[in-house]
């Protein structure tokens, strides 16, 4: 069956019910139409109108795409952010634009913990679509684009904050510097309006 769009998920979940699925396996796939493949379609412009399982119909068009409707495991707020930055790589992103002044692509490439080009796209396109960052074409090169944290992301840089003030205190082999964890317990509203002004001062002025 043809797709609107590139969905290569979805064309494996198609492939796979069309052959005659067992019903056991055909519940599984359709566990990752409206759970993991969800977050795919969250990211795609134009997704296909129709699937066909046998007899049943998956409209994905009436898939809301709106952030608050994606379902959550639970609303707790733990959860809640787990679910929107908890994985791998998600912090690691938001670090680098928060902290380390990296608003392209292949200066997020360049982060030390090798992040393959295909997981940061991803990342990158999950992050815009739940609001958290934005992107923007880049003036300089309009191939090419900026992302820079919208006022929801600026928001985790107390998290980032909090999260390397904890690793530095608790990893025998960290590169921060020495009383990294003490300078912020001290003064956590003052060390993170400083992150804050440095991460405007560093971003690139752009009209959208």
């Not at 670090?95 to 002044?101: A, E, P, V």
């Not at 006022?151 to 025998?172: C, I, N």
Request: hydrophobic content about 40%; proline content about 5%; overall charge positive.
């Amino acid at each position: 069956m043809a797709l609107k769009g590139e969905l290569p998920v979805s064309g494996r979940f198609v492939t796979d019910c069309a052959a005659g699925t067992p019903a056991r396996q055909r519940s599984h796939f359709i566990w990752l139409c409206h759970g993991r493949l969800i977050f795919r379609l969250h990211f795609t412009s134009k997704i296909c109108s129709l699937v066909k399982c046998k007899r049943n119909i998956y409209d994905l068009n009436a898939i809301s795409m709106a952030e608050n409707e994606i379902p959550l495991r639970s609303h707790c707020p733990v959860n809640f952010a787990l679910e929107a930055v908890g994985d791998r790589w998600s912090l690691i992103v938001m670090r680098d634009i928060l902290l380390n002044g990296k608003f392209r692509f292949r200066e997020l490439m360049e982060a030390e913990e090798n992040i393959a080009s295909n997981i940061l796209s991803e990342r990158l396109s999950r992050l815009a679509a739940l609001g958290i960052i934005e992107k923007i074409k880049d003036p300089h090169d309009r191939r090419q684009f900026v992302y820079q944290a919208t006022s929801k992301g600026e928001a985790l840089m107390g998290a980032v904050l909090e999260l390397g003030a904890w690793g530095a205190e608790f990893d025998p082999e960290t590169d921060a510097p020495p009383g990294t964890p003490e300078h912020y317990k001290s003064d956590r509203a003052g060390t993170i309006a400083a992150a804050l002004e440095s991460y405007h001062a560093m971003k690139p002025k752009l009209s959208k």
